[in-house]
């Protein structure tokens, strides 16, 4: 510390995420739209990840790869997740640009051919028309419930515990504003390499839109709209429900409090929903794993007129109030 004391103060506008536009010794704007094969101008972050290997660069995986993932969003100053060639001659990060030119100063050329060669294999499925089907408003977003039984239309199996944990997180990973809805732009760009494949393997066999089974499933799953009833209980807005809190919402739309062999069942049936074990549901597990059985009572109490009712809940809320912090540990015991 006393070595630096007479530093000049810090100044974040002159760090590496506030790059100044610099002189270089090749365009790397032009170099990088050699592979803008559809002319658009940009190039996104599926195409630049490929780019970066075509020029010499090894392809990174795990936490490496999440380093290109943020490359990419500090190229991305705009943040329309396209670079344009200013983006590329401007930000490009100093270290990436001196191994592209550590590549190019070694003789590499663009190769149309190979280039063209990865984009088949690329864009064998247009993952964006794909999704694009099941996205009924035409909004340009699946939520989580939708993608998730999209991908079971697909034919991929539905997953449960940790490997259930593991698609959780991959959504979550897709929705970077945090509103509960994916992009499918978003989708096609950044779907991690097993999850394309594991699609491309269902889409090769033969597999086809039936837009009648999908119908059937968004009415089956569409007739209550449980992310707002889900928000309406959830009074402290922590995003979860805890098993107390789930019963008391239960009761408040009319279902009956149940005892013996029957609060059992509950207990199992609270527990299926609660794929991660931690006895607390949140609102992806609440629409994603409801039994049918639960889903039916709720939409008849819903079809049948059940309205919110914030003086009830407060007044359940009150007389809870007192109650014993709830413990998780002990939801199923």
Do not use: C
């Not at 100044?20 to 170099?31: L, Q, T």
């Not at 837009?211 to 995003?239: E, I």
């Not at 207990?267 to 549901?281: E, L, P, Q, R």
């Not at 059985?293 to 809320?317: H, I, T, V």
Request: aromatic share 10%; glycine share 6%.
């Amino acid at each position: 510390m006393e070595r630096h004391a007479n530093d000049e103060p810090f100044d974040p506008t002159k760090s590496f995420m506030n790059q100044e536009p610099i002189e270089a010794k090749y365009p790397m704007g032009e170099i990088f739209m050699q592979f803008d094969t559809d002319g658009d101008g940009v190039l996104n972050e599926s195409e630049f990840k490929r780019a970066i290997r075509a020029i010499g660069l090894e392809k990174r995986t795990g936490d490496k790869a999440n380093l290109d993932e943020f490359t990419f969003k500090q190229i991305d100053k705009n943040g329309d997740g396209k670079l344009t060639i200013e983006e590329f001659d401007a930000y490009l990060p100093l270290a990436l640009r001196a191994k592209l030119e550590e590549k190019l100063a070694a003789g590499w050329k663009f190769d149309e051919e190979k280039w063209k060669a990865s984009q088949e294999r690329h864009a064998k499925w247009n993952l964006v028309k794909v999704f694009s089907k099941f996205d009924d408003d035409h909004d340009g977003a699946l939520d989580m419930g939708e993608l998730k039984r999209a991908f079971r239309a697909i034919g991929l199996a539905k997953r449960t515990g940790e490997k259930y944990e593991l698609d959780e997180a991959t959504f979550k990973s897709f929705d970077t504003n945090g509103d509960g809805k994916v992009s499918i732009e978003e989708l096609s760009a950044k779907a991690p390499e097993g999850l394309r494949q594991a699609i491309e393997e269902k889409l090769n066999g033969d597999w086809k839109f039936d837009p009648d089974m999908w119908k059937a499933s968004q009415a089956r799953h569409g007739k209550t709209n449980y992310a707002k009833v889900f928000k309406l209980f959830d009074a402290d807005k922590d995003g979860v429900l805890d098993m107390r809190e789930l019963r008391r919402a239960f009761r408040a739309m009319g279902l009956k409090k149940r005892d013996g062999a029957k609060y059992d069942l509950d207990i199992m049936t609270f527990k299926a929903i609660d794929s991660n074990g931690d006895g607390k549901i949140s609102l992806q597990e609440f629409e994603t794993n409801m039994p049918q059985p639960l889903r039916d009572a709720l939409d008849e109490a819903y079809a049948n007129g059940w309205e919110f009712d914030p003086e009830k809940w407060q007044a359940s809320l009150d007389r809870h109030r007192d109650d014993a912090p709830f413990e998780s540990t002990k939801a199923y015991k």
